[in-house]
């Protein structure tokens, strides 16, 4: 069954303090994908891995940092969390590049006070 | 950079209509158009897409349209139901080298 997980789903953080967003995924996808979603914005890139220890930086990575040590997880980073960090997060996956399907996770619910 | 752009934002119809989602472009070397389906809920999903070489696919209800000289794009889905309620998002890539450039998505409601 192919699937793409996310922990966790709903976070409440302080301004300033650090936030882990998790995301696995167990088809052997070679690229991972983080993004924010805002109302009226669609789906905004933060970062893109090609594989372990390589990743990219998308449309927004500013504030952001990520980490691929296994091919199956891939985690975001916000150090020192910011009120306008407040969204919903989603990881996705695809096989290789941009023209494969890309299979998400259910999303994290971000808010940061 | 490219840009995506999609209308209406949001659309509400009733239960068995027609229904026509658009979508337009900016930069004329995009080659590839996924589109993805959230519905309320629930994690996003690919439905359909279409390559610049090509100005219609078509699968089970939906019919994906695509001009290249004007870069736009059309969704149309027949007899809605209830389950197509949804945000549908329109989305576009140079290649498979690139990232996919996504729309602000469009929120359909089908009321039963």
């Known amino acids: 069954d192919m699937k793409v997980t996310q922990m966790p789903r709903y976070l409440i953080k302080r301004m300033g303090e650090n936030v882990l967003l998790e995301c696995g995924q167990d088809?052997?996808?070679?690229?991972m994908y983080w993004y924010r979603q805002d109302p009226g914005l669609g789906l905004q890139l933060i970062y893109i891995?090609?594989?372990?220890?390589?990743?990219s930086e998308g449309d927004i990575p500013k504030g952001y940092r990520v980490s691929r040590k296994k091919r199956e997880h891939f985690s975001l980073i916000l150090d020192s969390a910011k009120t306008n960090q407040t969204s919903v997060y989603f990881c996705?996956?695809?096989?290789?590049?941009?023209?494969?399907?890309?299979?998400f996770g259910p999303g994290t619910r971000l808010l940061v006070l | 950079g490219e840009q995506v752009e999609q209308l209406p934002s949001s659309l509400i119809v009733q239960e068995g209509a027609s229904v026509l989602i658009n979508c337009s472009y900016t930069?004329?070397?995009?080659?590839?158009f996924p589109w993805y389906k959230q519905e309320p809920g629930k994690r996003l999903q690919f439905i359909i897409d279409?390559?610049?070489n090509m100005e219609r696919k078509q699968t089970q209800r939906l019919t994906l349209l695509f001009d290249k000289k004007t870069k736009h794009l059309s969704l149309h889905i027949t007899a809605t139901q209830p389950g197509d309620s949804a945000i549908y998002f329109c989305?576009?890539?140079?290649?498979?080298?690139?990232?996919?450039?996504w729309g602000s998505g469009t929120k359909l409601i089908i009321k039963p």
């Open positions: 989305s576009a890539s140079l290649d498979s080298n690139y990232q996919l450039i």
């Open positions: 930069d004329s070397a995009s080659v590839y």
């Open positions: 996705a996956s695809s096989l290789e590049g941009a023209e494969d399907t890309q299979y």
């Open positions: 891995s090609y594989d372990v220890d390589s990743n």
């Open positions: 279409i390559r610049s």
């Open positions: 088809m052997s996808h070679e690229t």
